[in-house]
Nanobody, 116 residues
Framework: QVQLVESGGGLVQAGGSLRLSCAAS????????MGWFRQAPGKEREFVAR????????NYADSVKGRFTISRDYAKNTVYLQMNSLKPEDTAVYYC?????????WGQGTQVTVSL
């Protein structure tokens, strides 16, 4: 019954910003880390960022450190990814999931395209 729905992607120029949202339904994730993953054309899906739902501690891939910030909203049961100083290499479909990810939670993702 659990479902994760991503939103907020779009087309931006290099140096721009976007904020992605991941709304969860069916359960809470108090004892989990939640995270963002991405898959660029022709590449495998990779880890981007994670946050522990209760503790709030966060970790990031080296490629996005200093540019992306992950956060969560308890009332809305939602995790966010604030993306600043976007680069063309950030272009990908972005997904949310538990960390480590569960196959049953993968959704459709949201497309982020960064142009020069």
């Amino acid at each position: 019954q659990v479902q994760l729905v991503e939103s907020g992607g779009g087309l931006v120029q290099a140096g721009g910003s976007l904020r992605l949202s991941c709304a969860a339904s069916g359960r809470t994730f108090s004892n989990y880390a939640m995270g963002w993953f991405r898959q660029a054309p022709g590449k495998e899906r990779e880890f981007v960022a994670r946050i522990h739902w209760s503790a709030g501690s966060a970790n990031y891939a080296d490629s996005v450190k200093g540019r992306f910030t992950i956060s969560r909203d308890y009332a809305k049961n939602t995790v966010y990814l604030q993306m600043n100083s976007l680069k063309p290499e950030d272009t990908a479909v972005y997904y949310c999931n538990t960390v480590p990810p569960s196959a049953r939670y993968w959704g459709q993702g949201t497309q982020v395209t960064v142009s020069l």
